[in-house]
């Protein structure tokens, strides 16, 4: 019989297997994050942050100012015609420069001027609002309205 040819060559005789990453250089080893980087993402936050709140703030003030869809009130355009601006509201930064007098039920009269017009302006002052202790020269940002007869209507004052 003869000899059955062997499968695998002995072992002495087997080619060597080189990798091809034989001679790379070792990896380097990991570099930990700069603090710089963790710094500069902290200060990008809590400009954000601050960003945030100061227009939230903002943005709550306006939406809160019940005067913000009125008119300032156009004093020399009342004195040429007042009833072009019957039924009309505005808001009015008002100056107080005397209290007429006080009726139960129907309000305080009060001289009040403007910052753009120094006129003086007779105005009425509605009922729930009278209570308030008004002192020359303070001044008042209120909503007004110009009813018949041209008598100046003011309500829902607010302290400047």
Same mark, same amino acid.
């Given at each position: 019989?003869?000899? #059955?040819? #062997?499968?695998?060559?002995?072992?002495?005789? +087997?080619?060597?297997?080189?990798?091809?990453? !034989?001679?790379?250089?070792?990896?380097?080893?990991?570099?930990?994050?700069?603090?710089?980087?963790?710094?500069?993402?902290?200060?990008?936050?809590? /400009?954000?942050?601050?960003?945030? /709140?100061?227009?939230? /703030? =903002?943005?709550?003030?306006?939406?809160? %100012?019940?005067?913000?869809?009125?008119?300032? =009130?156009?004093?020399?355009?009342?004195?040429?015609?007042?009833?072009?601006?019957?039924?009309? $509201?505005?808001?009015?930064?008002? +100056?107080?420069?005397?209290?007429?007098?006080?009726?139960?039920?129907?309000? $305080?009269?009060?001289? /009040?001027? +403007?910052?753009? %017009?120094?006129?003086? *302006?007779?105005? *009425?002052?509605?009922?729930? %609002?009278?209570?308030?202790?008004?002192? $020359?020269?303070? +001044?008042?940002?209120?909503?007004?309205?110009?009813?018949?007869?041209?008598?100046?209507?003011?309500?829902?004052?607010? $302290? !400047?």
């Amino acid at each position: 019989m003869s000899e #059955p040819a #062997p499968s695998w060559p002995p072992e002495e005789e +087997t080619p060597n297997v080189i990798s091809p990453f !034989e001679n790379a250089p070792a990896a380097a080893p990991p570099v930990a994050p700069r603090s710089g980087n963790w710094m500069l993402g902290g200060m990008i936050a809590a /400009f954000l942050v601050v960003a945030l /709140f100061l227009g939230g /703030f =903002f943005a709550y003030q306006y939406l809160n %100012d019940p005067y913000r869809t009125l008119e300032t =009130f156009p004093v020399g355009k009342y004195y040429e015609n007042h009833r072009s601006l019957a039924g009309s $509201k505005f808001k009015g930064q008002l +100056t107080v420069q005397a209290n007429l007098g006080w009726r139960a039920g129907q309000g $305080k009269l009060m001289v /009040f001027s +403007t910052a753009e %017009d120094p006129r003086p *302006l007779a105005v *009425l002052v509605s009922p729930e %609002d009278a209570a308030i202790a008004f002192q $020359k020269g303070q +001044t008042y940002l209120a909503e007004i309205d110009v009813r018949e007869g041209g008598l100046i209507h003011a309500q829902r004052f607010q $302290k !400047e």
